[in-house]
């Protein structure tokens, strides 16, 4: 069971928007501690998608969107293309300045 | 370019110890730290710890106190990230990232525990 909650499976149609949650509490998201996302396709590594909560790295397109608010953050994806099917992954940290990951997120696009 | 070169995948029987290499390239080593994620089959990323690149000092995933240690070896830009007492559960693909400033990551190393 994961630190972080995330909804196992997100779906939208291309040109939709969806977003994923990322439910922590008041000692990781909670305490003030960044959150960044990351994006993963099968039998590759991880790539950031989003860090400090919401900025994107150079190449990100602003499609990608995030926000935080209390012990939760989020992730949104506008105008879904059926490139952005992959998992997502929020990552941030606790109170004795462990990293947490949050179990994942499968996004089908229809 | 920056870049992490790892170890190559390995079968361990448990109760064995493992250690995974990572070579980075690209940029000063002891300007950052390096992190170690795992990904067992089919299932999420799981954080297992971090080392600096600095000073070796290391923050260890409370799952993981007691059987990991990671080091690092700066004079040739190498960490290394060693589990012992492997359990089956333990199977998984090893990741080495460099994540204090944008982010990198290693190939993988996929460690198949099985008697």
């Known amino acids: 069971q994961s630190v972080l909650t995330q909804p196992p499976s997100v779906s939208g149609a291309p040109g939709q928007r969806v977003t994923i949650s990322c439910t922590g509490s008041?000692?990781?998201?909670?305490?003030?501690?960044?959150v960044h996302w990351y994006q993963q396709f099968p039998g590759t590594a991880p790539k950031l998608l989003i860090y400090?909560?919401?900025n994107r790295p150079s190449g990100v397109p602003d499609r990608f969107s995030g926000s935080k608010s209390g012990t939760s953050a989020s992730l949104a994806i506008s105008g879904l293309q059926a490139e952005d099917e992959a998992d997502y992954y929020c990552?941030?940290?606790?109170?004795?300045?462990?990293?947490?990951f949050g179990g994942g997120t499968k996004l089908t696009v229809l | 370019q920056v870049q992490l070169v790892q170890s190559g995948g390995e079968v361990k029987k448990p109760g064995a110890s493992l250690k995974v290499s990572c070579k980075a390239s690209?940029?000063?080593?002891?300007?950052?730290?390096i992190s170690w994620v795992r990904q067992a089959p089919g299932q999420g990323l799981e954080w297992m710890g971090w080392?600096?690149?600095?000073?070796?000092?290391?923050k260890y995933g409370k799952k993981f106190q007691g059987r990991v240690t990671m080091t690092t070896d700066t004079s040739t830009s190498t960490a290394y990230m060693e589990l012992r007492s492997l359990r089956s559960d333990d199977t998984a693909v090893y990741y080495c990232?460099?994540?204090?400033?944008?982010?990198?990551w290693g190939q993988g190393t996929l460690v198949t525990v099985s008697s």
């Open positions: 990552q941030s940290y606790d109170s004795s300045l462990s990293g947490v």
């Open positions: 400090g909560n919401t």
């Open positions: 008041r000692s990781n998201i909670g305490a003030g501690y960044d």
């Open positions: 990232a460099q994540l204090d400033y944008g982010d990198t």
């Open positions: 690209g940029y000063i080593f002891s300007s950052y730290g």
């Open positions: 080392i600096s690149g600095y000073n070796g000092n290391t």
